[in-house]
Nanobody, 124 residues
Framework: DVQLQASGGGLVQAGGSLRLSCAAS????????VGWFRQAPGKEREGVAF????????NYFDSVKGRFTISSDNAKKTVYLQMDSLKPEDTAVYFC?????????????????WGQGTEVTVSQ
């Protein structure tokens, strides 16, 4: 049974940092991509950062480039999202998910096995 569970959210002041964790189980990383997504109130879910284990590549949404870093600990089957220089507009519920297969694109429709999200609130 494929499961991903995000954790590590909280309340932080603008300019601060948080590290989110995504604990995965039920599959091997080898041929998949794990993505972090976020959904702010009243907005659609959007991709934030992706790590592809097929070629060890990472990709970022433009608004988080240079501030967020996605990484993984394969032994622990955990994917992390280090978020620095946080802004109020980063406030959202953050989710992690796994691509349906080897081929993927940065849209929620290409991902599944969504777990419960973790809430991030960035105050002024």
């Amino acid at each position: 049974d494929v499961q991903l569970q995000a954790s590590g959210g909280g309340l932080v002041q603008a300019g601060g940092s948080l590290r989110l964790s995504c604990a995965a189980s039920g599959f091997n990383f080898d041929v998949y991509t794990v993505g972090w997504f976020r959904q702010a109130p009243g907005k659609e879910r959007e991709g934030v950062a992706f790590i592809s284990f097929t070629n060890n590549s990472t990709n970022y949404f433009d608004s988080v480039k240079g501030r967020f870093t996605i990484s993984s600990d394969n032994a622990k089957k955990t994917v992390y999202l280090q978020m620095d220089s946080l802004k109020p507009e980063d406030t959202a519920v953050y989710f992690c998910a796994r691509s349906h297969g080897v081929t993927w694109y940065p849209s929620p429709t290409a991902f599944g096995s969504w777990g419960q999200g973790t809430e991030v609130t960035v105050s002024q």
